[in-house]
């Protein structure tokens, strides 16, 4: 069975940190590239940083570029999305995706963690 659950979630004020972790299970970790992407109340799911199957290709949105940082360990089959300098813009459910580095109608999402930036 294909799990992906996110932690670490939770209320930060503004210029805060947050780290956020997704551990998977049920499927080839290492054949994945691993994503996070978040939804805003009323907007579009939207792409946050993507991580190759082997980590060696990173990719940020230019709206979290120099303050959020996504790395993957796979021998524990986990992807963490370290946030600094957060914004209350950057308030949204943040979810973990998988993608099959070479099938890409093999992909699972988590069920999501809320992150909240409010003074």
């Known amino acids: 069975q294909v799990q992906l659950v996110e932690s670490g979630g939770g209320l930060v004020q503004p210029g805060g940190s947050l780290r956020l972790s997704c551990a998977a299970s049920?499927?080839?970790?290492?054949?994945?590239?691993m994503s996070w992407y978040r939804q805003a109340p009323g907007k579009e799911r939207e792409l946050v940083a993507t991580?190759?199957?082997?980590?060696?290709?990173?990719n940020y949105a230019d709206s979290v570029k120099g303050r959020f940082t996504i790395s993957r360990d796979n021998a524990k089959n986990t992807v963490d999305l370290q946030m600094n300098s957060l914004r209350p813009e950057d308030t949204a459910v943040y979810y973990c995706?998988?993608?099959?580095?070479?099938?890409?109608?093999?992909?699972?999402w988590g069920q999501g963690t809320q992150v909240t930036v409010s003074s």
């Open positions: 995706y998988a993608r099959h580095r070479i099938v890409a109608q093999y992909n699972y």
């Open positions: 991580a190759t199957s082997t980590g060696d290709r990173i």
């Open positions: 049920g499927f080839t970790f290492s054949n994945y590239a």
